[in-house]
């Protein structure tokens, strides 16, 4: 175990603290995630590895002050590690800026000089109010920030890092690229309490390519990733090994706001591993939509939220994915979707996947998993994926555009797990294709049938579905809503409207079944069906669903 979670900061901002149970931390820990044992179908292991960080203390050793007009590089191959470069609130730097290799395991923290007062205490999200109190750190071409092959232990802590105004850039920061061996990556960097963006009318392709090791970004605001006629990303990983913590930030980006793959790794056999991902907010804005009030002009290539292409042990657990239209891709909001991108990395694999207690809302479509790569070349199968107490709703209709899909399925995964979720979608509740699936469960969830319910192609709805893509499966518990029992195995339960079924919405938000529910403990381990909207709140570390 390369790190346990060796600092109160972190802990705070997630919430947890040393001996949290692994479904809920960033603690290294074995066994089931959430405790899931199936009768077919096996759950998929947590992260093993946490991402190591230390707590902004006053400087062990010196503190460097660099005023507005001064040399942040020169600061930068002056510190020492231990020391603190402390600059000027507002004032602006213009890079890009090198991290130099530095020899010795202590902090090099580079942060404002405003008061503790003028940021958010640890554990709380900055936004861009709180500009006033941050060193601009801008370049006009290449990167903003660039670490040196082998650059360890830098934190940065209430900056704003941007194109020079009116620039575009490829990447903000670049930690990594075409490293050939792990002792090469850049390692223990922290963005923590930063603002990253894009120009706001030109845009930038990617906020951190984030091809390191023991990386976070914690309570920080990343925007403005969108670029017309090709892929943008708040943050992009392709040649990182981990372990990696993305946590309590706001994440905007036109392609996918997040991913993991997208490229093959110069490091043979490498997998982005040991990745938490917990009570962030995915979106982008409708100002970039076309035909929404306040559209702002340029049609961005849109295509998802969160996406998975070469990826393990991977937890994502309290999040808010919101506003996701079919553009430039079908809709999906969640992808898992295994590719080897360029043909050269037949390794490539998405497993040991957890979705949990999420919120997901104003998308085409829900989740788009994929077995093995139909486009790039040969790959490993996807296994082991658990989608459990999450709650979707307005899924799909014509504001989204795409098929109102909830979950779809293709090409050969093995052990799928779909279990106590909510949901509100206009299509099909699973749709299947491709070669068939092994170890799939779908038990306790609530949501309505529409026309197709679980289906595939060329094998119509139900039961041919089933036992053409899932032999075998556990299909169990669920409350399909406008559904008919005669199309499915016994043991489900096929309500005619949500009011039959006593589903009412929650007093703070989400849906549950009503006391008077004659559904009430039906679930297959004799818990309610659907997802647990208490659950999702505490998740999302909030008093009550975002409006």
Not at 116 to 121: C, F, K, S
Not at 251 to 259: H, P, Q, T, Y
Not at 286 to 307: C, H, I, M, Q, R
Request: glycine content about 12%; overall charge neutral.
């Amino acid at each position: 175990m390369r790190a346990i979670l060796a600092i109160m900061l972190l802990a705070v901002a997630l919430g947890l603290a040393r001996g949290a149970e692994p479904s809920t931390g960033l603690l290294r820990g074995g066994g089931s995630a959430l405790g899931t044992n199936s009768a077919s179908g096996t759950a998929p292991a947590p992260p093993r590895e946490s991402v190591e960080a230390v707590q902004v203390r006053p400087a062990a050793g010196r503190t460097i002050r660099v005023p507005a007009g001064g040399d942040l590089k020169a600061a930068l191959r002056a510190a020492a590690p231990g020391d603190q470069i402390a600059l000027q609130a507002g004032a602006s730097f213009e890079g890009p800026f090198k991290l130099p290799r530095k020899s010795g395991a202590g902090w090099i923290v580079v942060k404002t000089d405003a008061p503790e007062r003028a940021l958010p205490p640890p554990g709380t999200r900055i936004d861009p109010s709180r500009a006033p109190a941050m060193p601009k750190l801008v370049a006009a071409s290449d990167s903003v920030i660039v670490a040196e092959e082998g650059a360890h232990h830098y934190r940065f802590v209430g900056l704003e890092i941007r194109p020079k105004e009116g620039a575009f850039l490829v990447n903000l920061v670049l930690l990594g690229a075409s490293e050939r061996t792990l002792e090469a990556l850049p390692h223990h960097i922290v963005f923590d309490r930063c603002w990253l963006h894009g120009d706001p009318k030109r845009g930038a392709r990617r906020g951190i390519a984030m091809n390191s090791r023991n990386t976070a970004v914690v309570d920080s605001w990343l925007s403005d990733f969108k670029e017309a006629g090709a892929d943008s990303q708040a943050i992009a990983s392709w040649n990182g090994d981990g372990p990696f913590a993305i946590m309590n930030s706001h994440l905007e980006a036109a392609g996918e706001n997040v991913m993991f793959g997208g490229a093959d790794p110069a490091i043979p056999d490498l997998v982005p591993s040991d990745i938490e991902i917990l009570r962030n907010h995915f979106t982008k804005p409708l100002s970039w939509k076309p035909g929404e009030p306040g559209f702002e002009g340029t049609a961005w290539t849109v295509k998802n939220l969160f996406e998975l292409k070469n990826a393990r042990r991977v937890r994502v657990k309290g999040n808010l994915f919101e506003n996701n239209w079919a553009a430039a891709q079908g809709g999906f909001a969640i992808l898992f979707t295994v590719r080897n991108q360029d043909g050269g990395a037949p390794w490539s694999v998405v497993e040991d996947v957890t979705f949990a207690n999420n919120l997901v809302r104003h998308a085409a479509s829900g989740v788009n998993i994929l077995g093995r790569d139909d486009v790039g070349g040969t790959s490993e199968q996807t296994r082991r994926i658990l989608i459990s107490g999450n709650l979707f709703y307005d899924v799909g209709g014509a504001r989204w555009g795409g098929k109102g899909i909830l979950v779809q399925i293709l090409n050969g995964t093995a052990d799928v797990i779909i279990e106590h979720n909510t949901a509100f979608q206009t299509g099909s509740i699973i749709m299947a294709e491709g070669a068939a699936h092994t170890g799939f469960v779908f038990r306790d969830n609530i949501a309505p049938h529409n026309e197709y319910g679980i289906a595939g192609t060329g094998a119509g709805t139900g039961r041919p579905a089933l036992a053409q893509y899932f032999p075998g499966s556990v299909v169990r518990g669920n409350v399909i809503v406008g559904g008919r029992a005669g199309l499915y195995p016994a043991g489900n339960f096929f309500p005619s409207s949500a009011d039959s079924a006593g589903l009412v919405p929650f007093d703070r938000g989400g849906w549950r079944l009503a006391a008077s529910s004659p559904l009430r403990g039906k679930g297959t381990d004799g818990r309610d069906p659907g997802a647990d909207p208490e659950a999702i709140l505490s998740a999302l570390g909030e008093p009550r669903l975002p409006s």
